[in-house]
């Protein structure tokens, strides 16, 4: 998959993902509206809503991008049929030649993380049969629980050819909390991304490991050493846009051969047409105002790499 995930960024020129992550109040009224006319104000009106809103930006956006990363907490709230419109939109992604990044940071004890990469990643066991639950390429896993916890999220991806991103130094304005914490002389982040890149070691792609990190867009200084430790780890970036990333901040993220990172933005594409740039796209063409967005933000970032 990270074979794929680097064609795809070749052939777009565009390293970046469009990260779905649907809430109620950025979709427009008359989808919201047209939802709760066939399944009422319910769970299942919710979940309507978020599947039209999602098939709207994908169909806008899928040419122009290599990848997208639905966040499973955006449909997990509105229940059973909150996971259907995740899955729905996790197999029409696929359908459109998407890479998908299931945005579910998991990670437990060994048999507890297996049962995750399972679901996941790979193919459950009924009887005589198998079966794939949620059937991602790549998912996001919290390394907190350390080497046996990640190992059977490893183990999966390698039978199934799929990826993970592993959190190194989220973007969130707590996370040097713990994560900037030194021990031993150096920041706990460095040390998880040191071994981040042992256990891409023996998962490698043709020129990238199957083992990416998460380094957040907010913090590029760290995201300058990170990608000096780790050159062979694909590094997700989040944080663009919405939690105030930009270009610029961005390319030293980025390895000489133009590639190794990837850069999601989700509010700033998908609530486009909220922001005072793109209102005259209007509520009703706000698929048009994701398009755009997007051609914009690859504009950014191709211009801030052109120029360093
Ligand atoms: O793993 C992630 O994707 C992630 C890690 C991180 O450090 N920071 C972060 O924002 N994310 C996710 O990236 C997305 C960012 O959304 P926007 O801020 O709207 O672009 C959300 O789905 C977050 O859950």
Known sequence: MINKLIEKIRKTNAPIVV??????NYIPKHIQENAFAEF?????????AIWQFNKGIVDATYDLIPAVKPQIAMYEQFGIPGLQAYKKTVDYCKSKDLVVIGDIKRGDIGSTSAAYAVGHLGHVQ???KKYAGFDED????NPYLGSDG????IDVCKEENKGLFILVKTSNPSSGEFQDRVIDGRPLYEWVGEKVA???EDHMGKEYSYI????????????KILRKLMPKTFILVPGYGAQGGKGADLVHFFNEDGLGAIVNSSRGIIAAYK?????SFGELNYADASRKAVEVMIEDISGALNNR
Do not use: I, N, R
């Open 40 to 48: 009422g104000e319910t769970l299942e009106g919710a979940a309507e």
């Open 19 to 24: 990260g779905l992550d649907p809430m109620l």
């Open 212 to 223: 990416g990190a998460v380094v957040g867009a907010t913090y590029p200084e760290m995201g």
């Open 138 to 141: 790549f998912a996001t896993v």
């Open 150 to 153: 990640v190992k059977p999220f």
């Open 198 to 200: 042992q256990w891409g």
């Open 126 to 128: 009924v009887g005589s």
């Open 275 to 279: 922001q005072e740039a793109y209102a």
